[in-house]
């Protein structure tokens, strides 16, 4: 999701030893494959993987598109969410993101881009790569220690391989040395059927997504670049800036009108892509340090912040800001919250759901300083990261699994189903 470097002075956080000059810490060494190995690693297959942990969702004429951080994507045909059916996996490292159009998939695998056909969604068919087109993007990492990169490089700043992952191991070093300690956690009808009738050309993702698309065009938000994607074609064409645009440190990625809205730990800022290739920054709105997804709809954003991470702050809020002047955006109001993570709108509906000590929804009325007075529901119980409502469904990925509502009566959420996530022992 981002990247945050904070200065660690390891000595207050180590156990000194006998000798006084050293220190004993815990430390990331990096996990190193070659590039032909983790090229070579892509597989697809029908087997009914277990999922065990939970990362980005995608929905795509009926099927699921479930991302588990850093192993490859789960598929479930959804087309009836009470009994959604695992079809197959696509074993992918370094996965962490997914977008769909016509019928292709887009995927992040660390350093580079995939496509795969899902004509037949049960079979995708590997149809290419572009490589090195993130070339600084890197495993997550899920703890406070800092990470060792000097076997990552050689001395002349050439990369050894691919880094694929971290082994926390015990180093003792000379007390009083500072180290950089980097957080890369990955971290996008009355009926309740999820086919939503005629098919649509373009996937549906959660607020999480650091993908999105415009246009023609995919957006890709890593590593403090912004880099875009060219999808006409036999297959795409990276048609950013030579390193991508510079774009700050952005988790998230959201595409409104002729506009893409960025989360960042420092608050929202707004691009116009009315020329895809080259984007216009228009604006900034800041709010405390904290780590945030966007919505945009009706021409208000709505920002969660929130607490129990690495963005350096303990404040959980949802922040409502007008952006009918893209380049004047206002903060209306912010409603204190317990922990508030992804969110997602029913235009139709005119309704928000929000993933907050389990699963809050809202009616969206005329005064946005009536949005928590209008609570329409509260399910506890479980730790909700994304969502996606869709067509009288709402499917959220959970710490513990993917939980599919039906809210055709909006006041009353009636639960379809659950697809566990199998933890490892």
């Known amino acids: 999701m981002n990247r945050l470097l904070c200065l660690l002075l390891v000595g207050l956080f180590a156990a000194c030893e006998d000798d006084s000059e050293f220190v004993t810490v815990q430390m990331n060494e ?14 697809v297959t029908g087997e009914r993987k277990a999922i065990e942990s939970c990362g980005k969702i995608c929905f795509y004429n009926g099927y699921l598109y479930i991302s588990e951080p850093g192993e490859g994507i789960h598929i479930f045909d959804n087309k009836n ?18 977008a769909i ?14 496509w795969f056909d899902i004509t037949n969604p049960a079979k995708p068919v590997l149809k290419g790569r572009l490589e090195n087109v993130f070339p600084e993007a890197t495993p997550a990492v899920d703890n406070n220690y800092s990470c060792d990169y000097s076997n990552v490089y050689t001395e002349d700043g050439q990369r050894k391989g691919v880094l694929v992952g971290w082994n926390v191991k015990k180093r003792k070093i000379p007390a009083g040395d500072y180290y950089v300690m980097e957080d890369m956690s990955m971290p996008a009808s009355p009926s309740f059927s999820s086919e939503a009738g005629a098919k649509s050309s373009t996937g549906v993702n ?34 950013s800036d030579e390193g991508g645009n510079y774009v700050g ?21 707004i691009y116009s892509v009315k020329d895809p290739t080259r984007p216009e920054r228009c604006a900034n709105i800041t709010h405390v340090l904290g780590c945030d997804p966007v919505v945009v709809d009706n021409d208000l954003a709505y920002v969660t912040v929130h607490s129990g991470n690495f963005c350096g702050q303990n404040v959980d809020e949802l922040f409502i800001v007008d952006v009918k002047d893209v380049y004047h955006p206002m903060q209306l109001v912010s409603f204190t919250m317990k922990n508030p993570k992804g969110l997602g709108i029913d235009s139709d ?36 990261f994304d969502l996606i409502p869709y067509n009288n469904v709402l499917m959220m990925i ?20 659950v697809i566990p996530v199998k933890k490892p022992k």
């Not at 607020?207 to 297959?235: C, E, H, P, W």
């Not at 959970?398 to 189903?417: E, P, V």
């Open 249 to 269: 440190d952005v988790e998230t990625i959201f595409s409104y009108k002729d506009n893409m809205f960025l989360g960042m730990p420092t608050g929202m800022a």
């Open 101 to 114: 159009k016509n019928d292709l998939l887009y995927a992040d695998a660390l350093i580079d881009l995939l």
């Open 349 to 384: 509906k005119q309704t928000l759901f929000l993933c907050d000590d389990g699963l809050k929804v809202y009616k969206i009325g005329d005064d946005p300083q009536t949005l928590v007075a209008n609570r329409l529901a509260h399910i506890e119980g479980m730790d909700g």
């Open 30 to 43: 990096p996990v190193m494959m070659s590039e032909k190995a983790f090229r070579g690693s892509v597989k």
């Open 206 to 239: 959660g607020s999480m997504s650091r993908f999105a698309l415009y246009d023609k065009y995919l957006y890709a938000v890593i590593n403090y670049q912004m880099q875009i994607f060219d999808l006409t074609g036999d297959q795409p064409k990276k048609v």
């Open 81 to 98: 969410p009470a009994k959604p059916v695992n079809v197959g996996f696509i074993e992918l490292l370094g996965n962490a993101d997914v």
């Open 398 to 417: 959970a710490d513990d699994g993917l939980y599919q509502y039906d809210y055709s009566n909006i006041n009353t959420l009636k639960q379809l189903s």
